[in-house]
């Protein structure tokens, strides 16, 4: 069984300012790794997938890979009360299905 | 875009009841997931298929079976509901093998009284 820990938070930031996410995991072979935001009420919706030891940009998104510390983060730049929501991370099983988090809330405060 | 269509948002059922979850993809992949949610507990995998007529259990798969005689078509059956399993219901779909990001319909929230 893969091991995925996330802070459930939640955590409050301010908008404007940086919101960061973490994840760890147990299985330093998985190879891919996926953040997905959940509204309340609402299925999962995939914002960032990773791949690579690095960071990797998509608009105000910025996920972190650091494979060697087995832990994954995403950073959300100038954060909006839209981006109030739960934060799940996933990582690859090897059978094509995902371990999940149980997630983050996080909320924006005007 | 992948849509994945669950056939109902809100069910409401009984005791000892046989229930159908249906869910649909129409992006032609490979692999499809049941998962239920719930607070706490995070998603958890029922079965997944990778295959037409395969199926494989996940982490739970107890109380409840699955059928794939479509590509595009998973169904979860509750062969006789308990009230255990009141919980969010989550098809989802993805294609190839390993490393593909799972696309998610937009759930059932099950009841059962």
């Known amino acids: 069984q893969k091991e995925v820990e996330q802070n459930s938070g939640p955590l409050s930031v301010p908008e404007g300012a940086i919101a960061s996410l973490n994840c760890t995991y147990s299985d330093r072979g998985s190879q891919s790794f996926f953040w997905y935001r959940q509204y309340s009420g609402k299925s999962p919706e995939l914002i960032m997938f990773?791949?690579?030891?690095g960071d990797k940009e998509d608009g105000r998104f910025t996920a972190q890979l650091n494979k060697a510390s087995q832990y994954v983060s995403l950073l959300i730049r100038d954060s909006q009360p839209s981006d109030s929501a739960t934060y799940l991370c996933a990582l690859s099983g090897g059978a094509n299905n995902l371990f999940f988090g149980t997630g983050t809330r996080l909320t924006v405060i005007p | 875009d992948v849509k994945v269509t669950q056939s109902s948002r809100y069910l409401v059922k009984r005791t000892g009841e046989k229930v159908f979850l249906e869910c649909v993809q129409d992006m032609d992949h490979e692999n499809m997931f049941w998962y239920r949610q719930d607070p706490g507990l995070g998603l958890r995998l029922i079965y997944f298929?990778?295959?037409?007529?395969m199926k494989e259990k996940g982490d739970i798969p107890e109380g409840y079976s699955v059928s794939r005689e479509k590509k595009e078509r998973f169904s979860l059956i509750l062969e006789s509901a308990s009230t255990n399993q009141t919980s969010m219901y989550l098809c989802?779909?993805?294609w190839g093998r390993g490393n593909s990001p799972l696309h998610f319909g937009n759930g059932t929230r099950l009841t059962v009284t």
């Open positions: 990773i791949y690579s030891n």
């Open positions: 989802a779909s993805s």
């Open positions: 298929s990778y295959d037409v007529k």
